[in-house]
């Protein structure tokens, strides 16, 4: 496996990011910790969260998942062997909300009091804030990168304008500029990226780190029928993934699976890994067993046909 340089910061990836949103949540401690081992041993160097996992879940109120892995990385003394990405935008509390200047410097404190670290290693920007100018949001980045609390910013969600104005605010006004960018981006959720937006990361060198690599588990071949609805309650979105383009992607992945010995996921996950700009896809797994599925996908080459069949499938 080769580590790969996310866009043109000193960081070295392997091409596998560990999704952290099911800590804390889906995956107890002992699951949690588990999984964490197993990434780290099998050659995965990032793992990807944020302030807001799992606000969603009754009870919650975000920072479950920054915890469970500050307690893996005091548990494990790992914390030199890793990256660590996180988020700020999303969840409301000190400094105000989204990315007011004052919530940037607030959040980051706290995520990095729950990771029980010094530093975060990719700081993203988890949802575009058209409310605040970017140049203060820039500015209140680059606080955090002078007092070496954060090393790489970077950007989630935003549209190929708003993530174009940033990096000329960044280069006018002599500020950090965002390095990567987490888009959703899969097998059959591909017009969030393509086209404009991609072509800019390319040409910009910017580090693409997709989530929903595996489409919440439809790219995993689980989800065929309608009876097969009812084994998640993501099961109305499979619903229409099946309605859509799925099918057509499935059938184009079962004959390469066929042909290559590799799972469902693992074809996802290394058409992802072809694609101009994308440096590696971020997956998420409540078991062991789950991701010793997930890291041969570091090391899969597809043939050009093979990709060209995947992609053709899902256009």
């Known amino acids: 496996m080769t580590l790969r340089r996310l866009g043109s910061t000193d960081l070295k990836i392997a091409p596998?990011?560990?999704?952290?949103?099911?800590?804390?949540?889906?995956?107890?401690r002992a699951a949690s910790f588990a999984v964490l081992d197993a990434f780290v041993a099998g050659g995965g160097t990032m793992i990807d969260t944020a302030d807001?996992?799992?606000?969603?879940?009754?009870?919650?109120?975000?920072?479950?998942?920054?915890?469970?892995?500050?307690?893996w990385l005091k548990t494990s003394g790992r914390r030199d062997d890793v990256l660590i990405a996180t988020k700020v935008g999303m969840l409301p509390g000190e400094g105000g909300e989204k990315l007011a200047p004052a919530r940037i410097v607030a959040a980051a404190e706290a995520s990095l009091k729950r990771l029980g670290t010094d530093r975060i290693d990719l700081y993203y920007a988890h949802q575009d804030d058209e409310s605040q100018p970017q140049e203060a949001?820039?500015?209140?980045?680059?606080k955090l990168v002078d007092a070496g609390k954060v090393r790489v910013i970077g950007a989630s969600n935003f549209h190929a304008a708003r993530l174009k104005s940033a990096v000329e605010a960044a280069k006018t006004s002599d500020l950090p500029r965002y390095h990567v960018l987490q888009p959703e981006y899969n097998l059959v959720s591909r017009t969030k990226?393509?086209?404009?937006?991609?072509?800019?990361?390319?040409?910009?060198?910017?580090g693409v780190l997709p989530y929903y690599g595996l489409a919440s588990g439809f790219l995993t071949g689980k989800y065929r029928t309608k009876e097969d609805l009812g084994q998640s309650i993501r099961g109305g979105r499979m619903g229409e993934l099946l309605e859509g383009t799925g099918?057509?992607?499935?059938?184009?992945?079962?004959?390469v699976v066929e042909a290559t010995g590799a799972?469902?996921?693992?074809?996802?996950?290394?058409?992802?890994?072809?694609?101009?700009?994308?440096?590696?896809?971020?997956a998420s797994a409540t078991s062991?067993?789950?991701?010793?599925?997930?890291?041969p996908a570091m090391t899969l080459e597809l043939t050009e046909d093979q990709l060209a069949a995947l992609t053709d499938a899902g256009a």
């Open 288 to 295: 062991v067993k789950q991701i010793e599925d997930l890291l």
């Open 263 to 282: 799972t469902h996921a693992q074809v996802a996950l290394a058409w992802l890994l072809a694609q101009p700009g994308i440096t590696a896809p971020i």
């Open 137 to 142: 949001v820039l500015e209140a980045f680059g």
């Open 193 to 206: 990226f393509e086209g404009e937006l991609q072509d800019y990361c390319v040409v910009e060198n910017i």
């Open 16 to 28: 596998l990011v560990l999704g952290g949103n099911v800590f804390g949540w889906t995956a107890d």
């Open 247 to 255: 099918k057509a992607v499935l059938d184009a992945m079962d004959s």
């Open 52 to 71: 807001a996992y799992s606000a969603w879940v009754d009870g919650h109120k975000g920072g479950e998942s920054e915890s469970m892995i500050g307690e």
